[in-house]
């Protein structure tokens, strides 16, 4: 961050507004008006527009000892982005509304919608609106992504298929493990100020936690390949949870396989670390930010294309419940714990 | 408030959710997805979308010492809807995220969303998303409405043309001498506990801001009248606020007549009882959710048909700057002072 710094009160709030949004620069014909009006004008036709929105709250979703305010800005519309995406949606703009407490200067807010800046540019959004306030206390950011899919082509997570296979995208777990680094030296330097972080050799799963991806690769390769998922959703509370969620949405049960499930080797060798099960981190982790979804079994040769593809199991019907059966071939229910189980 | 409490923790987040939107029920064939999945779907062929969002913040915009929780969520609603029709849109969704502290009950998140749902039910318009989550203080609100608008038929702030007259609808000043009232009393409350409030015969100005309507009727008027204005805004921050936005926005100039500003009777007599000048109440306090626009010449016939509309000057050109001519016949040129001036 600069040492220089500017007071946002010496701007004032339309200041503000203009020196936010000067480098807007308007990426879909479908943006008629965009930031500087009461709203915003989307045309649409001949396509269905999704929304998602999402509050982020500082001390809750983020902390900003170890989270470098441009990671934030990035993160905070990637977040919001892949919702869009596990709607088998391509997101077309988003709304940003922030509230900011006087300890924030221009530079650090800068710094953050840099950050923001970035993620419109690599998934070719246009920020199109928002309301900037103050707080009492804390960073607030809301955001709300809009998307379009052609009609009726949208995904759903209640419309899975017994027999259908069970997919991610990528691999899972990461962003859990860099989250156990970041908070193990955080405690070290609020101990021991002078000593330097030893995050070596730790940047996939930081940079997993840190700056995630949506993943519009994949519903891009749908698109392509003329592959509708029966159901999707996105990963960001770990495997487990949102796996019975699908389950749950679609009145079905499961089978997924322990071994089947993608880990990184770096994750795999940072968990070895903390002694903890990688596929644990992958099951309760969260906000890896990947695709979760179900396929018909016809489309499987379609699937095997794409190396960033796993199938991880396959749907049942209801009486059978969710189940993980393990590398060691033992059969257990999946419990959706979540993370903060595994913090404990 | 019933005496009841229900912990929320008790619910956990989708529970909370389920809760809260058990008693949705959509009104517009557009909304194809409603609450349950990642994002809305809103079917928008052959017309613009609108969008414009919110955030509130406990303490900077709205006090739960004198606001009940029914009134700040129906009010939460319309301030956002408020901004469609500034567009000369019909509001059609709306998306509500809520970050809650620990110290709400179940029961008084349930207040919150009656009046939610009231101005839902009022304004037909379907709540289809959002986001629930703690907040590390205070109750934050982050409201986005999506509205839609003929092709080409939205009124923005920058196209107003000299000579046009310049119009505000209902009338002005209320909100901001309710304020002054509750103010009071909450002092005295601070003070001596016992004391009752005495708000006798300040209803309307105490029913100004903490119950505003949005001006739909207005919106409705144009469209049955084939009234476009040239330029539109809502009135949120106080008349010379926002008049000098239009003026900036479309590099003109105006005139206007004190004399001619809208003013109800009870305003001027609760003003008299704070010793303020109702013309200052109404130029500089906020919070009324009035439409401010301008017309061309030639739709005055039409216009006088409403007595919600004042026509209260005209546009002039920029080098005339904007000024007001007084009752007392003076000019002076209107300056921006918003309602924290009134305050001090």
Excluded at 29 to 44: K, M, N, P, Q
Excluded at 48 to 58: A, F, G, I, N, S
Excluded at 250 to 267: D, R, T, W
Aim: glycine share 10%.
């Amino acid at each position: 961050m600069s040492t220089e710094r500017t007071e946002i009160s010496n701007l004032g709030e339309f200041g503000l507004i203009d020196h936010l949004t000067r480098n807007i620069e308007i990426q879909n014909a479908s943006t008629v008006l965009g930031v500087g009006d009461d709203a915003a004008v989307i045309d649409h036709f001949g396509k269905q527009t999704v929304l998602t929105t999402d509050l982020l709250v500082e001390g809750v979703h983020f902390d900003l000892i170890y989270t470098p305010l441009k990671h934030l800005g990035y993160k905070s519309v990637v977040v919001n982005l892949s919702d869009v995406y596990a709607m088998n949606a391509i997101p077309t703009q988003i709304i940003l509304s922030i509230g900011i407490s006087n300890r924030f200067s221009l530079e650090a807010l800068d710094e953050f919608y840099e950050g923001v800046y970035a993620a419109c540019e690599k998934y070719g959004v246009d920020l199109v609106g928002g309301d900037t306030t103050s707080s009492q206390k804390g960073f607030i950011i809301s955001l709300t992504a809009i998307g379009e899919v052609a009609p009726d082509n949208y995904v759903k997570r209640s419309t899975a298929k017994k027999g259908d296979l069970l997919c991610v995208s990528g691999d899972l777990g990461a962003a859990y493990v860099g989250l156990l680094f970041l908070e193990r030296e955080k405690k070290i330097f609020i101990e021991s100020p002078g000593v330097q972080p030893d995050l070596e050799g730790e940047t996939y799963v930081i940079g997993r936690l840190l700056k995630p991806e949506a993943r519009k690769d994949i519903v891009e390769f749908f698109a392509a390949n003329q592959i509708k998922p029966t159901a999707m959703m996105d990963i960001s509370d770990g495997l487990s949870s949102e796996i019975l969620h699908i389950c749950k949405d679609s009145n079905l049960g499961c089978v997924l396989y322990e071994e089947k499930i993608p880990v990184s080797e770096e994750m795999k060798k940072a968990a070895f670390k903390f002694e903890i099960d990688p596929t644990a981190c992958a099951l309760s982790g969260g906000e890896d930010y990947e695709l979760l979804f179900t396929v018909a079994q016809e489309d499987y040769e379609k699937l095997v294309l794409n190396e960033q593809i796993s199938v991880v199991g396959y749907m049942t019907g209801p009486e059978e419940g969710a189940h993980i059966i393990t590398k060691g071939g033992s059969k257990h229910p999946v419990t959706a714990q979540g993370w903060n189980h595994l913090r404990s």
